[in-house]
């Protein structure tokens, strides 16, 4: 998009130039497009739904709905959203808690302009525009009315929604359960994923200062000339000790862990989750001699080297080199291949897939709950330069599609690619189901998603966070989706080679006379989640 080409500022004074030509309009729609795999994009710049904060807190629905000023649920989510926006930890608090802080602080929001509360909002524009709002429906109280009119979308986002589907899709309460999908409290704080494994991660490197310490205790005794003294053990056992003290004095949080957790499950490379992480960190060149950080060369272009080492703006007294940063990545993959060991065997399962129907040269398809027939078939390109004037020296590179399947992009989009898939179609299946729940007279629904987060009127609170149960139980916990996606790609060989190309009974693949081994999906799935440990879940968005 254009968006991407300019800077912050030019960007922002082209949004506020289509708010202002937009002002006085009272209606305007916003085109959207839907990609192969039923992802939904809005297909304009700048002022959307989808933009940056400032687009978002500029736009409000053409239809008013009628808020009841007596309907507490309502006027509570206002609040939770206002909270929300605010950040600063109240919104990782419960939902009581945060409704009880906009109380506190109603003073300041209804006076907002005073920029005691804005100068310390997490999102500050969105938080005037919830001000605006807290406003509208103070001023309301004044009335007679029981409702008052709203034109407000309250964004509510699920927590880790990647994460979400695929412990719905092998069952996995332990990690339902850390996602806010089983259960929840109101009055409680809701579980924080990333917090957990913030955690986990900082008991992981006390766990492995023990055990490298063993190793150290285990050789102290041998003489240094010993010809049976493993120095590189040694060596490395006490670089991963300071390795693990110096991570450890970061007292590494949820804002640390967020970005490589949200990448990894739609197949970021271990380098790729890495240079995530670098970028919480500043780069500082290497001044101190007397430092014992073991430091990296940046460039070595001309033979010129640069030191430098990583640190962050809350902890500059801690200074991180590659292989800190890379202990870090390699440990939040233990802390998931441990806690949660089913999600490396659905990752194996479905990579098992992709070789079996790239080896057979065939597309990767799947149906979705929404209809939708998903068909992955990546091909490679080739680069072809031309020189379409002769009068001209300047030459380009045209791509050309060689038909040629790319095996190894068939294999590393198939997860990203089906919980994408999967995200979509929960979204078209709750969007049907705001307009078949409808009243008669109604032509229009307050309805709007960033792909998992949505937005609705304070009204349609309750509904949304009903339908939003009802299509995970309908997906998950009635149909069970992984069994039905893995008879979708057998089906597929079948068509594609005859019935007799599968066995059912010992999963063997026999085409040409080679034999492919198919697996077992039966090995991933833990079981379903109960429909009522689902409608239990108070945080399922929040």
Known sequence: TLESFLSKKQLEMNILGLALIFKNVPEFYIPVRIDNRGRVYCNVDYLHYQGIELAKSLLLFSKGEEISKSETTNINFLKIFGANCFGNGIDKKSFEDRVQWVNENENDILNFKNGNLISKADSKLLFIAFCFEYLNYHNSLLNNE?????????????????????????????????????????????????????LKINDYFLKRISDETKILEKYKNLNENDPNLPIDIID????????????????????????????????????????????????????????????????????????????LDSKKEVKLNNFDLNLFISTMEKVFTNEFPKLKLLSEYLLNVAKICNFLNIPITWSLPSGLEVIQYYVNSEAIRLKPFKFKKSTYNLKIKNNKLDKRKQSRALMP???????????????NLFYTNKNINENKINFFAIHDCFAVTANNIDKLFKFIKLVYIKIYSENNYLSKFDKGIIDSIKNQFGNDSFNDEDRIITVNNITLKYPDVNEVIVGKIEACKIENSKFIIN
């Open 417 to 431: 690619n089906l919980i994408h898939s999967l995200d979509a179609s929960s979204l078209a299946l709750i969007l």
């Open 236 to 311: 490395k056992a006490k670089k991963t000790i300071e390795s693990c003290n110096r991570l450890l004095k970061l007292n590494i949080n949820r804002s640390l862990v967020k970005a490589p957790i949200m990448v990894k499950p739609y197949n970021a490379s271990f380098f790729k989750m890495v240079e995530y992480l670098k970028e919480k960190f500043e780069i500082v060149p290497y001044k101190n001699e007397n430092d014992n950080v073991l430091f990296e060369n940046k460039d070595k272009d001309k033979g010129k080297k640069t030191e430098y080492y990583y640190e």
């Open 146 to 198: 029981t409702f008052y009119i709203s034109h407000f979308p309250i964004q509510l986002d699920a927590t880790c929604n990647g994460y979400q589907h695929l412990s719905l899709l092998i069952g996995d309460e332990d990690l339902a359960g850390e996602l806010n999908l089983t259960h929840g409290d109101e009055s409680k704080v809701p579980k924080d994923f990333y917090k957990f494994v913030a």
